[in-house]
């Protein structure tokens, strides 16, 4: 089936893949449309990226994660994600109350929040099912820049049991709603 890719920062696909976090707060890279990061696949496979990773933008609990990329010139998806609720943060008061549900630090999440002037962010939560084996493709140019999607074409992969139990994810799920509401 054709399969799309999000690009998200390794430390941050890592912990989505162990459970450890199911939210994303997004804006987008510096080559999306003038309308900024949409959440275009409700389905995709998890991109880990090394490009522009910033350990000041990360929690100081999840510092210790970053790494260097590992094989470069190869991307290893780890995981599946499906969009189990997303919200678009039209506050900054909303967007800084999402802190304690991801992984990055309330500097950063203001800084994507005001980003090219636009004053809003997407929270992701997300179903994670890492792969039983994890789809290892080479990189090619058309994988490479600023963007969030990346399209994959025609791939096989197999999903293993989430990484959250949906009891878990329902908590996780009414905790962002407590936040935003």
């Not at 890279?29 to 990773?53: A, C, K, N, W």
């Not at 994660?65 to 189990?84: K, T």
């Not at 109350?97 to 090219?116: D, S, V």
């Amino acid at each position: 089936m054709p399969l799309s890719a999000l690009k998200e920062w390794d430390t941050q696909s890592r912990l989505l893949t162990e459970g450890r976090l199911s939210l994303l707060v997004r804006k987008g890279g510096i080559m999306e449309t003038h309308d900024g990061f949409e959440v275009e696949h409700r389905r995709f496979l998890l991109y880990p990226t090394f490009l522009h990773q910033n350990p000041q933008e990360l929690k100081s609990e999840y510092q210790p994660l970053l790494r260097g990329d590992p094989a470069p010139g190869q991307i290893h998806f780890p995981a599946l994600a499906e969009v189990v609720a997303v919200h678009r943060v039209e506050s900054l008061e909303g967007a800084l109350a999402l802190e304690p549900l991801q992984a990055l630090t309330a500097g950063a999440i203001e800084r994507r929040f005001h980003y090219r002037g636009r004053p809003w962010v997407h929270a992701l939560l997300l179903r994670v099912r890492p792969l039983t084996t994890p789809l290892v493709l080479s990189e090619t140019p058309g994988m490479l820049g600023c963007v969030s999607w990346v399209p994959l074409g025609e791939q096989e992969v197999q999903a293993g049991e989430a990484a959250v139990p949906e009891s878990e994810l329902a908590v996780r799920q009414a905790e962002l709603d407590r936040l935003l509401s």
